[in-house]
């Protein structure tokens, strides 16, 4: 690890200009490049005190050995400069975009004698007019099928069009009218290349002059009454009317706009982009990319539109097809200054480029659908490198090389704290097994031993509880023989909620009702374990973790060490990740372990640490919500759990029962006037609490346990998607 004041450039060496610089390791291999609008100020920032870097940053400037500099006349030379070095020596701590070559696209061979019509992968060829690209290669064959009864274009191969030629005879499309068979002279080569030119027309949303010409040659054939003749232009014309809709139009305006959404998070993003010709949407595509350097939303955006129009040029609405430059650029985020990426844009088209954030209308709505379909392929990634055999091996045997572990931990728990200003601490245990989601074996918790917040404490005990359960199940198999006595409220934990719910403070409660579990596979999951003989269920706290990860830092890792130390466990390995850096602690240790942040270790990690953010906040927010709405009823005399959910669930919330008449009351199924009368009565003496107010948000809390707004209460200590704050 090298040292970045070592090559650290003396004062004054740096030139105040615009230029691009390159970052290289000791073998002289380009690590990283960027470009800045002054270097001086730029590369200054990476030479300052590494513990105030972000930690990729701070990474790669220790694998570095030598920083080197070329500067240019404007921002926009900087841009097409470091763009070509990105290109050319691909360096790892760059953003990387995986490339969309296999997306198939519609391409018309102009350079040919006789023009053919096919589907057409990888990159850009000169003189060929291309289409798209599609997300499957079956629409565009189905569009060029519709299409081929009004352009008959040729479609076969050199090999079957030279066979068709030598024996004299065309192939079945000839023959049944979808190929004007130029192979066997029915057709010259300029009328061909015209038919070809009519196509790529009508493919770039030149459709009406084709209709109407179309519709008068059909009204024409039925005044001379040629009626078959009428009706296959009419056959035509339909034909040509289901293509243009599987191209809807998407915005009134005939725009040529391309639309590019990013989702991402810590560890990648998805792009998607819609190309938009003439108002309709003409192709998509979309890549996903690692975040290797630390980079926002406004960063992504300049790599997408540098990884997409870094080899075209001229007018796409010229082209017709995806190539080119359109008029107007719709981005999520301006990246900051914005008017050299315009520029450059500007250079490629050869006119003025709109580069924008879409605010109000139809382009803003259209911006929504790519950003859900950029939200979909990101999850779609991450489902499937999830479920990838060999990529969750590798993330456990990076876990196991981190860590100093003799096995790969083929069963990882993690443990999470959540609590609503204090009040409600419950705590919830994840498992995953062979790097997957094991949700028959998930447990939540219901803190017992003291009152208030302290997330040390509350961890100490969720791991006692756990662990004294598991030596029971083991002392009742006669594995162990305890040296002492256990403490006698042990046998309170690990009890399965009730039927009425009346038992979900205790533990062992599963994530929903049921016995049974829907796998990743989408499968009912079978219980895991041993089973007990009496009960027949099976024992669900028998089997021990490899590893467990707590939700924190070094004070959390402590506690959750401390516990297994008191119960005499020796052979099962704590750990902790800390959201700030997602550093991992172990126990005895002054200094985090660091995975690399492209590290399929560091992504299981992150995702079992999340499902336990995720099962805390849901059953922290049940029991707020259960307590808040069944307050009250519970005073009412003789109202049993049925009939309170009966009133919860058609007035809505206990403030609009306390609001209601006894009429009203009267119309819920199962309640009489007398009951009615009773909780009417009941209600009305009990003064109505002050609202209560999360102090983290400032918004009021509702009786039915949401905020004034109709949202979810957010626990404190964490931001609306469960993280830690």
Same mark, same amino acid.
């Given at each position: 690890?090298? %040292?970045?004041?070592?090559?650290?450039?003396?004062?004054? @060496?740096?030139?105040?200009?615009?230029?691009?610089?390159?970052?290289?390791?000791?073998?002289?291999?380009?690590?990283?490049?960027? /470009?800045?609008?002054?270097?001086?100020?730029?590369?200054?920032?990476?030479?300052?005190?590494?513990?105030? $870097?972000?930690?990729?940053?701070?990474?790669?400037?220790?694998?570095?050995?030598?920083?080197?500099?070329?500067?240019?006349?404007?921002?926009?030379?900087? $841009?097409? $400069?470091?763009?070509?070095?990105?290109?050319?020596?691909?360096?790892?701590?760059?953003?990387?975009?995986?490339?969309? /070559?296999?997306?198939?696209?519609?391409?018309?061979?102009?350079?040919?004698?006789?023009?053919?019509?096919?589907?057409?992968?990888?990159?850009?060829? /000169?003189?060929?007019?291309?289409?798209?690209?599609?997300?499957?290669?079956?629409?565009?064959?189905?569009?060029?099928?519709?299409?081929?009864?009004?352009?008959?274009?040729?479609?076969?191969?050199?090999?079957?069009?030279?066979?068709?030629?030598?024996?004299?005879?065309?192939?079945?499309?000839?023959?049944?009218?979808?190929?004007?068979?130029?192979?066997?002279?029915?057709?010259?080569?300029?009328? &061909?290349?015209?038919?070809?030119?009519?196509?790529?027309?009508?493919?770039?949303? &030149?459709?009406?002059?084709?209709?109407?010409?179309?519709?008068?040659?059909?009204?024409?054939?039925?005044?001379?009454?040629?009626?078959?003749?009428?009706?296959?232009?009419?056959?035509?014309?339909?034909? *040509?009317?289901?293509?243009?809709?599987?191209?809807?139009?998407?915005?009134? %305006?005939?725009?040529?706009?391309?639309?590019?959404?990013?989702?991402?998070? %810590?560890?990648?993003?998805?792009?998607?982009?819609?190309?938009?010709?003439?108002?309709?949407?003409?192709?998509?595509?979309?890549?996903?990319?690692?975040?290797?350097?630390?980079?926002?939303?406004?960063?992504?955006?300049?790599?997408?539109?540098?990884? $997409?129009?870094?080899?075209?040029?001229?007018?796409?609405?010229?082209?017709?097809?995806?190539?080119?430059?359109? /008029?107007?650029?719709?981005?999520?985020?301006?990246?900051?200054?914005?008017?050299?990426?315009?520029?450059?844009?500007?250079?490629?088209?050869?006119?003025?480029?709109?580069?924008?954030?879409?605010?109000?209308?139809?382009?803003?709505?259209?911006? #929504?659908?790519?950003?859900?379909?950029?939200?979909?392929?990101?999850?779609? &990634?991450?489902?499937?490198?999830?479920?990838?055999?060999?990529?969750?091996?590798?993330?456990?045997?990076?876990?196991?090389?981190?860590?100093?572990?003799?096995?790969?931990?083929?069963? =990882?728990?993690?443990? %999470?704290?959540? &609590?609503?200003?204090?009040?409600?601490?419950?705590?919830?245990?994840?498992?995953?097994?062979?790097?997957?989601?094991?949700?028959?074996?998930?447990?939540?918790?219901?803190?017992?031993?003291?009152?208030?917040?302290?997330?040390?404490?509350?961890?100490?005990?969720? =791991?006692?509880?756990?662990?004294?359960?598991?030596?029971?199940?083991? @002392?009742?198999?006669?594995?162990?023989?305890?040296?002492?006595?256990?403490?006698?409220?042990?046998?309170?934990?690990?009890?399965?909620?009730?039927?009425?719910?009346?038992?979900?403070?205790?533990?062992?409660?599963?994530?929903?009702?049921?016995?049974?579990?829907?796998?990743?596979?989408?499968?009912?999951?079978?219980?895991?374990?041993?089973?007990?003989?009496?009960?027949? !269920?099976?024992? +669900?706290?028998?089997?021990?973790?490899?590893?467990?990860?707590?939700?924190?830092?070094?004070?959390?890792?402590?506690? #959750?060490?401390?516990? *297994?130390?008191?119960?005499?466990?020796?052979?099962?390995?704590?750990?902790?990740?800390?959201?700030?850096?997602?550093?991992?602690?172990?126990?005895?240790?002054?200094?985090?372990?660091?995975?690399?942040?492209?590290?399929?270790? *560091?992504?299981?990690?992150? !995702?079992?640490?999340?499902?336990?953010?995720?099962?805390?906040?849901?059953?922290?927010?049940?029991? +707020?919500?259960?307590?808040?709405?069944?307050?009250? *009823?519970?005073?009412?005399?003789?109202?049993?759990?049925?009939?309170?959910?009966?009133?919860?669930?058609?007035?809505?919330?206990?403030?609009?029962?306390?609001?209601?008449?006894?009429?009203?009351?009267?119309?819920?199924?199962?309640?009489?006037? !007398?009951?009615?009368?009773?909780?009417?009565?009941?209600?009305?003496?009990?003064?109505?609490?002050?609202?209560?107010?999360?102090?983290?948000?400032?918004?009021?809390?509702?009786?039915?346990?949401?905020?004034?707004?109709?949202?979810?209460?957010?626990?404190?200590?964490?931001?609306?998607?469960?993280?830690?704050?």
């Amino acid at each position: 690890m090298a %040292d970045p004041s070592s090559y650290r450039p003396k004062p004054g @060496q740096i030139p105040d200009s615009p230029g691009v610089y390159k970052f290289r390791d000791e073998h002289g291999r380009v690590i990283y490049v960027g /470009k800045a609008k002054s270097l001086r100020q730029r590369l200054s920032s990476y030479f300052q005190d590494i513990t105030n $870097l972000h930690q990729r940053t701070a990474t790669m400037v220790t694998t570095a050995a030598s920083v080197e500099w070329t500067v240019v006349a404007t921002e926009v030379e900087a $841009l097409q $400069l470091e763009y070509s070095w990105i290109k050319e020596f691909d360096p790892r701590f760059n953003v990387k975009y995986r490339d969309d /070559k296999s997306y198939p696209s519609l391409a018309v061979t102009m350079n040919e004698e006789f023009p053919r019509v096919q589907v057409m992968r990888g990159p850009k060829r /000169k003189g060929v007019r291309y289409f798209g690209p599609y997300a499957h290669a079956w629409a565009i064959r189905e569009t060029v099928d519709l299409l081929l009864r009004v352009f008959p274009v040729r479609t076969c191969s050199a090999g079957v069009f030279k066979r068709s030629a030598q024996i004299g005879r065309p192939c079945l499309l000839g023959y049944i009218g979808k190929c004007s068979a130029p192979c066997v002279g029915r057709i010259s080569p300029a009328d &061909h290349r015209e038919l070809a030119e009519e196509f790529s027309d009508f493919m770039a949303g &030149h459709t009406g002059t084709y209709t109407r010409r179309l519709e008068q040659r059909m009204k024409d054939a039925a005044a001379a009454m040629e009626y078959e003749q009428a009706a296959r232009l009419r056959d035509d014309l339909e034909a *040509l009317r289901r293509a243009m809709e599987k191209n809807a139009v998407v915005l009134a %305006d005939a725009t040529d706009a391309d639309l590019i959404a990013v989702a991402e998070d %810590d560890l990648e993003a998805a792009v998607q982009i819609f190309h938009v010709r003439g108002g309709r949407v003409r192709g998509q595509r979309g890549w996903v990319t690692d975040k290797v350097e630390a980079v926002d939303t406004a960063g992504l955006v300049e790599h997408a539109v540098q990884q $997409l129009y870094g080899e075209e040029s001229g007018d796409a609405g010229q082209s017709g097809g995806s190539g080119g430059v359109p /008029k107007e650029v719709l981005v999520p985020a301006l990246p900051s200054p914005v008017e050299p990426l315009a520029e450059w844009l500007a250079e490629r088209r050869g006119s003025h480029v709109s580069l924008r954030v879409p605010q109000r209308g139809d382009k803003k709505d259209l911006m #929504a659908t790519v950003q859900r379909n950029a939200q979909q392929a990101l999850a779609l &990634h991450k489902t499937r490198r999830a479920s990838d055999l060999t990529t969750r091996s590798r993330a456990l045997e990076e876990i196991a090389a981190a860590l100093d572990l003799d096995t790969a931990p083929l069963r =990882i728990e993690c443990y %999470d704290i959540s &609590h609503l200003q204090g009040d409600d601490v419950v705590a919830s245990m994840v498992v995953f097994e062979d790097g997957l989601a094991r949700k028959s074996e998930y447990r939540r918790f219901q803190i017992k031993s003291f009152a208030g917040q302290d997330d040390v404490r509350s961890m100490h005990e969720v =791991i006692s509880r756990r662990f004294r359960r598991y030596l029971q199940e083991r @002392q009742k198999t006669g594995e162990w023989e305890p040296d002492q006595p256990q403490d006698t409220d042990a046998a309170a934990d690990g009890e399965p909620a009730g039927p009425d719910g009346g038992q979900a403070a205790t533990d062992g409660e599963h994530e929903g009702t049921g016995s049974g579990h829907e796998g990743t596979d989408g499968r009912a999951e079978q219980p895991a374990g041993p089973i007990d003989p009496d009960t027949g !269920r099976p024992r +669900r706290f028998a089997y021990p973790p490899q590893l467990v990860v707590v939700d924190g830092g070094k004070p959390q890792v402590a506690a #959750a060490r401390r516990a *297994l130390d008191e119960l005499g466990i020796a052979d099962v390995f704590v750990c902790g990740l800390a959201k700030r850096l997602e550093e991992v602690w172990v126990p005895d240790d002054e200094d985090p372990v660091i995975l690399p942040r492209s590290s399929e270790g *560091l992504y299981l990690l992150q !995702r079992v640490r999340d499902e336990a953010h995720r099962f805390a906040i849901a059953y922290q927010r049940s029991k +707020r919500t259960k307590t808040l709405k069944a307050g009250a *009823l519970d005073q009412v005399p003789g109202l049993g759990e049925t009939r309170k959910q009966a009133l919860l669930k058609h007035f809505g919330s206990l403030k609009r029962l306390r609001a209601a008449t006894v009429e009203e009351i009267c119309q819920v199924p199962g309640i009489g006037r !007398r009951t009615a009368e009773t909780v009417a009565a009941a209600l009305a003496s009990a003064a109505p609490a002050a609202p209560a107010v999360n102090t983290a948000t400032g918004e009021i809390i509702e009786d039915d346990g949401r905020p004034a707004d109709g949202t979810q209460p957010v626990p404190s200590g964490r931001d609306p998607r469960g993280k830690s704050t």
